[in-house]
């Protein structure tokens, strides 16, 4: 007696650290829940089977190469390309973390008797198909709970289709075929990649960074034709400037940080906008101690708003046209450390005593900040820095960092308090800062120098008191014009960038006397 309707099993798989993966596909000795009882020796299957994902015949993950009865039931073993296959070491780890193990098996039953107490005895059943999976994709699915491979619990669902949705049984000579494509697939994946991705050049890895390449050596944005040009990003507010991708937008912070250090301690936002405003408390409310039955005393907090422009920082770098046309040469990494560092001389200056109305607001400048004496016209006095340390409100003091120039620490690195130590500290490990008064301190070049009516020297939380708002990151327009005759192309870049003091009261700042 032969049938064409299918069967559906699913059952627990296990797999070990090398990626094989076992499981007992269909258990032997009991019926299920609608009466079928499956001999064993009944299932029919080539010598290998594809391993896939979810029945989906475009994710192979693997091949099954062992089937054996047992007295247990049908044991099944295959292998994940756990070495070359992305997505196998992916399945291969949610096997091991019990996320997955859901084996699905599918075919049909060619021969079986029908039960007097109902069902059927399958006596010869084709395996289609073996997937590692969730659940069944089928619908209609049914599910009893069997015993399973060395005591772990199974699942075990049957699906009945008509003859109309019988897949076709697959021969031997399609899974042989398949089975040479993964073999293939593995090959290919343990090819040994080039240091440019096996592309055709060094530094074209994506369309984005190829397109990038391309602008900056051509000074053209690429034709939609050639599918560049939807890679790169126009600046919005400024026509024929180019936004850097993100990556190199990230290397021209980091950069960044190396000429304007401000950035490594204050608070760094962007927005998309060209002011922001901040509100900001100059009251508080008026609590008071009272009795049992005394009514509270109304207050009411005062609040204010700051708002913080943002400004546009403008420069170019020119390269001469070798450089751009030899093939060894990082263009972009040329542009872009050249733009850092003036950017970053410029940003560096601007955060510290900027107060034009072109640049953001430096931090020295702020009126509102509270002066601590030094004592002395030339000479920094010990005393003086643990009188500016301990003025500062605990909450800031605890965060707070010191800032001078060189030639103020080099000074500094020499003064010892009342009891003959150093009130300069180096790190005691590698990475971590010199200290002053066990606060540690921050070099910047464009703090002033120690001199009469000067302030030399700053302290505060800067994450709490300073804040930096990137408006547009960086932006590139290549111009191979302007200067052809003298065989340069001139690289105009900008970007937006606002900062100010929004915490006065973070902040402390050390006047040398008259």
Not at 142 to 166: D, F, G
Not at 233 to 256: H, M, Q
Not at 484 to 505: M, Y
Request: hydrophobic share 40%.
């Amino acid at each position: 007696m032969t049938d064409s309707k299918s069967i559906l099993i699913k059952a627990q798989a296990q797999a070990d650290d090398a990626g094989t993966v076992t499981g007992i596909a269909w258990p032997y000795g009991a019926p299920d829940t609608e009466g079928d009882l499956i001999q064993k020796g009944a299932f029919a299957f080539p010598c290998s089977i594809a391993m896939i994902l979810e029945h989906n015949p475009a994710q192979p993950i693997g091949v099954w190469e062992e089937f054996q009865d047992t007295d247990n039931g049908l044991l099944v073993k295959g292998r994940l390309f756990v070495e070359s296959l992305p997505l196998a070491r992916n399945v291969h780890s949610q096997l091991k973390r019990g996320e997955i193990g859901g084996l699905s098996i599918s075919g049909s039953a060619t021969d079986f008797d029908m039960r007097p107490e109902g069902g059927r005895i399958v006596k010869a059943a084709n395996i289609t198909e073996i997937s590692i999976c969730k659940r069944p994709v089928n619908p209609g699915a049914r599910v009893t709970l069997v015993k399973s491979h060395l005591e772990n619990p199974m699942h075990t669902e049957t699906v009945e289709y008509s003859a109309e949705a019988n897949p076709a049984v697959v021969s031997e000579t399609e899974v042989n075929l398949l089975k040479a494509r993964m073999d293939a697939m593995e090959a290919k994946a343990n090819r040994i990649r080039g240091v440019n991705n096996n592309q055709p050049e060094a530094g074209n890895d994506n369309d984005l960074q190829k397109a990038y390449a391309s602008y900056l050596r051509t000074g053209e944005i690429p034709m939609e034709a050639n599918g560049l040009r939807k890679a790169l990003t126009v600046a919005g507010d400024a026509p024929k400037y180019v936004l850097a991708p993100k990556e190199n937008s990230r290397d021209f912070i980091r950069n960044l940080v190396q000429f304007s250090p401000v950035r490594s301690i204050a608070d760094v936002r962007t927005t998309s906008t060209h002011t922001v405003q901040l509100n900001k408390r100059t009251g508080v409310t008026n609590a008071t101690w009272a009795g049992e039955v005394t009514p509270a005393t109304a207050s009411q907090p005062a609040f204010d708003q700051m708002e913080i422009p943002i400004r546009e920082i403008k420069t170019y770098v020119d390269l001469s046209n070798w450089m751009i046309e030899d093939s060894d040469i990082d263009i972009e990494a040329e542009v872009r450390l050249a733009l850092a560092e003036d950017f970053g001389a410029k940003e560096g200056l601007s955060f510290v005593s900027g107060s034009t109305a072109n640049e953001p607001q430096g931090f020295m400048t702020d009126a509102n900040i509270v002066v601590s004496n030094n004592g002395h016209a030339s000479i920094l006095q010990a005393d003086a820095f643990i009188k500016l340390m301990y003025s500062l409100p605990a909450t800031f003091r605890n965060s707070g960092t010191w800032v001078m120039n060189g030639t103020t620490l080099g000074v500094v690195r020499s003064i010892k308090d009342t009891t003959g130590n150093y009130i300069w500290q180096p790190g005691l490990q590698a990475g971590q800062p010199e200290t002053i008064l066990g606060r540690p301190v921050v070099e910047l070049v464009d703090m002033p120098d120690v001199a009469a009516n000067a302030f030399p020297i700053a302290f505060g939380d800067f994450k709490s008191g300073y804040r930096i708002y990137d408006r547009v990151e960086l932006s590139v327009m290549a111009n191979p014009y302007s200067l052809a005759e003298q065989g340069i192309v001139r690289f105009n870049a900008r970007r937006r960038v606002g900062a100010g003091v929004v915490r006065p009261e973070a902040f402390r700042k050390l006047k040398i006397a008259a």
